[in-house]
């Protein structure tokens, strides 16, 4: 298999990746045919996984803008990926030149692409750390250079708690996350859940088993459960919805397309 120039020495690019498998649902071009392959094989059972993908990101988007609207311009993006036209750091700068963004995540793939996509930009960097360590996080020199954990900060957990297994206690990674948090910071956040699917279980199933299959397991919370990683923060208005439900654009949008509802957002407030 042919190494592409983008590709860092060192990985194994014959293992699917999730990140990867994330940009080639978005129509990025960092990814490999093993990706695709798997990718299109979750695609079997849910057709519509890039649509609940875009709904994540038009979540996403949405969430930065009213973030920075609050007046919160430090941004600590965990699980960041592969980025892809309108990452944080755009939404963010675009909103306010001042903002700044560290971006973490455990691939070194997508840790390459945004050292790539950030040089120059003295306000946003990228940490390779994992979410099951947030000591780490927290200590890490590039995102303590960045970001003054003093200030309020926006905490991004966007489509990646979903890969987190109970038995790695993604409640605790999030709580420790939230107490070193100065008040005023904000929580934003999406999950995948087997709610709002518009399709029988059995077959939502099979994508999931995909994910098992390539050692990736996708873990789907009820509602109730995700609500638990806001413990500790005042839900913002409408509260943990739909994605497309949470304050859209316009008026009605939000019931355009059922697979959208797939998956839960929010945004909390640490008081």
């Known amino acids: 298999m042919e190494r592409p120039a983008w590709a860092p020495q060192g990985i194994d690019i014959s293992v699917p990746s999730v990140s990867r498998m994330y940009d080639f649902y978005l129509g990025g071009s960092h990814n490999f045919e093993v990706d695709r392959e798997a990718a299109r094989k979750a695609m079997e059972f849910m057709p ?154 059995d077959e939502a199933g099979g994508a999931v088993e995909v994910y098992r299959d390539i050692r990736n397991p996708l873990i789907m919370r009820t509602s109730d459960e995700i609500g638990r990683f806001f413990d500790g923060y005042e839900m913002v208005e409408p509260g943990l919805v739909p994605m497309p439900r949470w304050r859209p654009d316009a008026p009605g949008t939000e019931a355009e397309d059922p697979f959208g509802n797939s998956g839960f957002a929010g945004v909390g407030r640490k008081a």
């Open 48 to 201: 519509a996984l890039p649509k609940i993908m875009q709904a994540n990101r038009a979540f996403m988007r949405r969430a930065v803008r009213y973030a920075v609207g609050s007046g919160v311009n430090q941004f600590l993006d965990i699980g960041s990926g592969i980025p892809t036209f309108g990452n944080v750091h755009e939404i963010a700068q675009a909103a306010d030149p001042e903002a700044k963004v560290a971006y973490v995540d455990h691939d070194p793939v997508a840790v390459a692409h945004s050292q790539a996509v950030l040089a120059g930009n003295d306000r946003a960097v990228v940490a390779a750390a994992d979410l099951r360590r947030p000591d780490e996080i927290l200590k890490n020199p590039d995102v303590t250079g960045l970001l003054d954990l003093d200030r309020p900060v926006v905490l991004l957990l966007v489509a990646v708690l979903h890969f987190i297994e109970d038995s790695d206690d993604p409640y605790a990674s999030v709580a420790a996350l939230r107490d070193a948090l100065a008040p005023g910071s904000l929580l934003i956040l999406t999950h995948a859940s087997y709610e709002g699917i518009p399709l029988p279980r």
